[in-house]
């Protein structure tokens, strides 16, 4: 008799936060354009005159919305790799995955707590 084993939804858990990140920064644009995406200027997205022009341009409250959009949005990115690292290490080391101790309860309860770290952010 076959049966099915659990898979390893830690692994999937590594482009999950990756998309997860993608929302805020997603929401910073479209505060920036005013819902109109298209019209934001690629070319350098870090420079100090798009920043001022944003702060010129932007209500207060929305150029505090986007403010907080984007630094939810860089520190998801700039945590990933430290998540990525320890879900690779973990399957790697063999620890379990299944169960309240195991590497997927890890990653579902990081990724959900992420999302409510970004929410809370943003408001």
């Known amino acids: 008799m076959n049966t099915l084993k659990p898979s390893n939804?830690?692994?999937?858990?590594?482009?999950t936060y990756f998309v997860l990140a993608f929302f805020p920064h997603v929401y910073a644009l479209d505060v920036a354009t005013s819902g109109k995406p298209t019209q934001w200027d690629y070319s350098n997205p870090r420079s100090a005159t798009l920043k001022a022009h944003l702060k010129e341009t932007l209500s207060e409250s929305d150029f505090a919305r986007y403010e907080r959009s984007k630094a939810c949005s860089d520190n998801l990115y700039e945590n990933l790799p430290l998540f990525a690292s320890a879900v690779i290490v973990g399957n790697m080391a063999g620890l379990k995955?299944?169960?309240?101790g195991g590497l997927n309860a890890f990653a579902g309860m990081y990724l959900g707590l992420r999302a409510i770290y970004a929410l809370a952010y943003q408001d």
Do not use: M, R, V, Y
């Open 9 to 15: 939804l830690s692994i999937l858990a590594i482009p």
């Open 97 to 100: 995955k299944e169960g309240w």
